[in-house]
T-cell receptor, first 114, second 110 residues
Framework: EAGVAQSPRYKIIEKRQSVAFWCNPISGHATLYWYQQILGQGPKLLIQFQNNGVVDDSQLPKDRFSAERLKGVDSTLKIQPAKLEDSAVYLC????????????FGPGTRLTVL | SQQGEEDPQALSIQEGENATMNCSYKTSINNLQWYRQNSGRGLVHLILIRSNEREKHSGRLRVTLDTSKKSSSLLITASRAADTASYFCATAQGAQKLVFGQGTRLTINP
């Protein structure tokens, strides 16, 4: 079974520029998550999709972050404009239906904002 | 916000020794999960314990859960160099949402 794919793995941008991350979840996993992990901290949920609908985006800074999951499969997360404090690893995870199932994580995209 | 708080923040032990990490949380949970993260990599699920379970084993891992104290512990027995990683507890609020703690950085010295 193929894992969660993410690209790019690394990205360096200047502040106020825009950036986009892509995620392809495990086939059949209806639930998709985007997390932000700042160095030395645990992952923080940004947004959760169920198929192509948003379940939870309460911690997504909507003035600069946006995400979509067209057709309920792969997803993109965009930051525009980026700030220095957005430097972090952005993790995508997916999960199959069921109450007691774990999340499967991709390798992450390490973003550096200069 | 982070709900799980791991203790200690960092742990360094000799290979072959046991490592114990603790996690405390604040609200009622559906289940609690432990994940491992190697440097620069994504998280890997280790074990899940349901709110009505008290102890669970998986290989060299032993997890306990005390819902009355809102705490959990992860024990890794007979540690190996490959166990060097950060370990996170995550509480499941409802069926699908996980809230992660700050993690414990474990170093196994040869």
């Amino acid at each position: 079974e193929a894992g969660v794919a993410q690209s790019p793995r690394y990205k360096i941008i200047e502040k106020r520029q825009s950036v986009a991350f892509w995620c392809n979840p495990i086939s059949g996993h209806a639930t998709l998550y985007w997390y932000q992990q700042i160095l030395g901290q645990g992952p923080k949920l940004l947004i959760q999709f169920q198929n192509n609908g948003v379940v939870d985006d309460s911690q997504l800074p909507k003035d600069r972050f946006s995400a979509e999951r067209l057709k309920g499969v792969d997803s993109t997360l965009k930051i525009q404009p980026a700030k220095l404090e957005d430097s972090a690893v952005y993790l995508c995870a997916s999960r199959k239906p069921g109450s007691y199932n774990e999340q499967f994580f991709g390798p992450g995209t390490r973003l550096t904002v200069l | 916000s982070q709900q799980g708080e791991e203790d200690p923040q960092a742990l360094s032990i000799q290979e072959g020794e046991n490592a114990t990490m603790n996690c405390s949380y604040k609200t009622s949970i559906n289940n609690l999960q432990w994940y491992r993260q190697n440097s620069g990599r994504g998280l890997v699920h280790l074990i899940l314990i349901r709110s009505n379970e008290r102890e669970k084993h998986s290989g060299r891992l032993r997890v306990t859960l005390d819902t009355s104290k809102k705490s959990s512990s992860l024990l890794i027995t007979a540690s190996r160099a490959a166990d060097t990683a950060s370990y996170f507890c995550a509480t499941a609020q409802g069926a699908q949402k996980l809230v992660f703690g700050q993690g414990t950085r474990l170093t196994i010295n040869p």
